[in-house]
Nanobody
Framework: QLQLVESGGGLVQSGGSLRLSCVAS????????IAWFRQAPGKERDWVSC????????YYTASVKGRFTISRDNAKNTVYLLMNSLKPEDTAVYYC???????????????????WGQGTQVTVSS
């Protein structure tokens, strides 16, 4: 059973920054495609960013492009999501997800991923 643990969430003012971490156990992250999703209260869980296995491609949803950066540190078996210029509309629970034999695209669905972390809350105050 793949295990993912997110951390790094918190309360930040608008315009601030946070770095989320997704640490894997019982498997090697660099063999998997990893995506970050977020879910605000009463809304669907939507993808935010995706980094393909082997880092061959990276995608961002339009609303975070230019503000968020996804990266992978294989030595630490960790994928990061650096979030700059945060806005109140970025407030959500953020989840990382892993999938084998999958490559990112501009059309990513939560159903594309089998393994999920428990989520970390990000709250941006105005």
């Amino acid at each position: 059973q793949l295990q993912l643990v997110e951390s790094g969430g918190g309360l930040v003012q608008s315009g601030g920054s946070l770095r989320l971490s997704c640490v894997a156990s019982k498997f090697t992250l660099d063999s998997y495609t990893i995506a970050w999703f977020r879910q605000a209260p009463g809304k669907e869980r939507d993808w935010v960013s995706c980094i393909s296995r082997g880092d061959v491609s990276i995608y961002y949803t339009a609303s975070v492009k230019g503000r968020f950066t996804i990266s992978r540190d294989n030595a630490k078996n960790t994928v990061y999501l650096l979030m700059n210029s945060l806005k109140p509309e970025d407030t959500a629970v953020y989840y990382c997800a892993a999938q084998w034999h999958y490559y990112c695209s501009e059309h990513i669905l939560k159903t594309d991923f089998d393994s999920w972390g428990q989520g970390t809350q990000v709250t941006v105050s105005s």
